[in-house]
């Protein structure tokens, strides 16, 4: 099984300051956040880029993943590919990141990339439920 599902962080999301709900503290991975369930994963992943869009601004998948996934340690290029062919959304098309229409279907594509295998799609839409959005 890989590291993001062990911890319920389908997302990979490194420690940090920030405080999601549903993150499980202090976390066993000297690494990566953990959480009580995928679904607060998954919840967390659209609360983070829904900040990169509204801190800063990148509201495309090239934005989010360019910071998400950067080139030091990432091919970013081939992350953003994916994600845009598994999404049918081009790469710099702008986005609603409180769109379940919008988020939902990149954040099933980046969970499959930061773990090998599909999401299982009820559990990304239950996180965005979580978000209390729409």
Known sequence: MSRGIDNCNPGN????????RGEVQP????????FS??????RAMFVLLDTY???????????????????????TE?????????TGIAADEVL????????????VAMSRIENGLPAL???VEKGFDLTGWE
């Open 78 to 86: 081939a992350y953003i590919a994916a994600v845009c062919e598994w």
């Open 13 to 20: 999301i490194r420690l940090s300051k920030v405080f999601y």
């Open 37 to 42: 369930s995928m679904e607060w994963g998954y």
């Open 53 to 75: 869009a509204r801190r800063y601004g990148l509201n495309t998948i090239r934005g989010m993943i360019s910071r998400y996934a950067p080139p030091s340690e990432n091919n």
């Open 96 to 107: 609603d990141t409180r769109s379940r229409r919008d988020m939902v279907p990149i954040v």
């Open 27 to 34: 976390s066993q991975d000297a690494a990566f956040k953990q």
């Open 121 to 123: 799609r009820p559990q």
